[in-house]
């Protein structure tokens, strides 16, 4: 009897040093979301690096005179679950969730969606994008017009809006914020 209560000891000591070593779940989350409060950032190696993207539209938005740029989540057929050959927010942000809105100026790159996809961005997107936890297209015209200089022109590939949805009448674009 001894010798068995004896004999399983060690098991118990390997398990305590496996659970003592072992990071806690919260240790694991840290690591596989980026952290851009760090110096140099800290990227999950699931994070797009999507320097040269956005580089690429910047030229396109400065050659047509544009301060920003709107990517949507759709598709011509304003679905939400979309080809790949759609998948453009996707490409540019590094964010795969199938609801989010991505705007894209000279200087900032900004990416809106809910609170279900909030860890996936977290751990898709560089440090070249900023989150923005909310939903709706309010908050996305007056992070704009906070942005962009008055009379600054907004791009987007009208095939993918309906005016209706992101622009409700209560809005008034030709006036900035404040
Ligand atoms: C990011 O890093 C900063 C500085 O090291 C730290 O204070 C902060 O808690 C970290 N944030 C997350 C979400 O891990
Ligand atoms: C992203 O890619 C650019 C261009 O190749 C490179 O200069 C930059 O260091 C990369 N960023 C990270 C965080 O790896
Ligand atoms: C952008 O503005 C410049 C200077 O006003 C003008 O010459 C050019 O034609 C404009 N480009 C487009 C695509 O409208």
Known sequence: MAWAHWGCCPWLILFCVYVWSHPTPVDLAREDVRNCSTSPPHLPVTAVNT?????????????????????????????????????RRAWITGFTGTAGVAVVTLRKAALWTDSRYWTQAERQMDCNWELHKEVGTTPIVTWLLAEIPSGGSVGFDPFLFSIGMFFPQSLDLSKPAG
Not at 51 to 73: C, E, G, H
């Open 51 to 87: 320097t040269v993207r956005l580089t690429a539209l910047r030229q396109k938005i400065q050659a047509w005179n544009l301060s920003a740029y709107i990517i949507p989540d759709t598709d011509a057929h304003m679905s939400e679950y979309i080809g790949r050959h759609d998948e």
